[in-house]
């Protein structure tokens, strides 16, 4: 391991040195950026992958639908497409990527993909698509856009601060640049952290006067669900298979253990796009057993199974106390003033 560090040190001090001279660039505002008129919240993180992101965003949708008209805006990774692409009801997983539709078959609201993000606000206002509030997914690297509200997820079992510049641990850029968001949440914490256990946390963050830490676990659905009825995950007494195409299955997997369950699992790369070898190799693992996937996962595996073998476990976020959630709430909306 050594060794192998040795190595790659010397990529991470290059790496790191071209983006430190980007961001330098877009602080002094040489290279541009703009903020949206419309107020607008900015997802992203620090970590590659797996930090909750596309859970945060669903908890978002489903928080400001309910009174608000949100717009989501998202790359669309691993599309099949390019370009500026508004969902429709002839969209895929395959055509605007699988975590926009999940948001759009979901929730039903109006989601845009492009590369540049800055041309989604363009064509959202050539369309006159009038949302009250934008939501940014995967934002943080991409800086021409600023939004009104940065909030970076960190998940609790590798938070930014004890991690490494690519290739020699998983930062996309330095740790320093948490200062750019608003809110700092780390997510998947365990389901019991003690107020001391987080006051540690938020000592290494050492948050700026402006930001906020915030706390948020990971909660699973008591039901398997498709698109035509749903099973109580505790009545799955026979073998199942489990698929995943995530950046981190190991939580998902420990809770199916904990319940002791039994299922083969088949794991691949996350936003993996299944060929036709894949869903003949899955077929014959398959035979007679039901198929558990996650809900991103689903939009990609659905159009290859009945809805009598193919389920998704549902995921949501949560606070550990109401109080906490009420709090994150008034100082993001606070932040895009809308209160």
Known sequence: MKKLSF???PFAIIYGGIIALRNLLFDLKILPNIMPQIPSIGIGNLNVGGTGKSVLVDYLITYFKQKKNPLVISRGYKRKTRGVIIANDKSSALTIGDEPYQFFSKHKIDVIVCEKRKDGLNILMQKNLKPDVIIFDDLMQHRYVTPHCLVITTSFNQIFFDDHLLPLGRLREQASQVKRANIILVTKCPDVLSIKDQSKIKHKINPKNYQKVFFTKVLYG?????KKNKKSLTKLKLPFLLI???ANSDH????LKNKS???EHLKYSNHYNFSLS???KIKQKKQSKIILTTEKDFGRLGPYF???ELFYLPIEMVFFTKKKEDE??????????MV
Not at 252 to 255: A, K
Not at 328 to 337: A, D, P, V
């Open 278 to 280: 894949d869903i003949k």
């Open 7 to 9: 190595i790659l040190a």
């Open 244 to 246: 995943t195409g995530i």
């Open 222 to 226: 008591k039901n398997i669900i498709n």
């Open 306 to 308: 009945n809805s009598n």
């Open 328 to 337: 994150f709430i008034l100082f993001l909306e606070k932040n895009i003033r």
């Open 252 to 255: 998902l997997v420990s809770f």
């Open 261 to 263: 369950l039994s299922f």
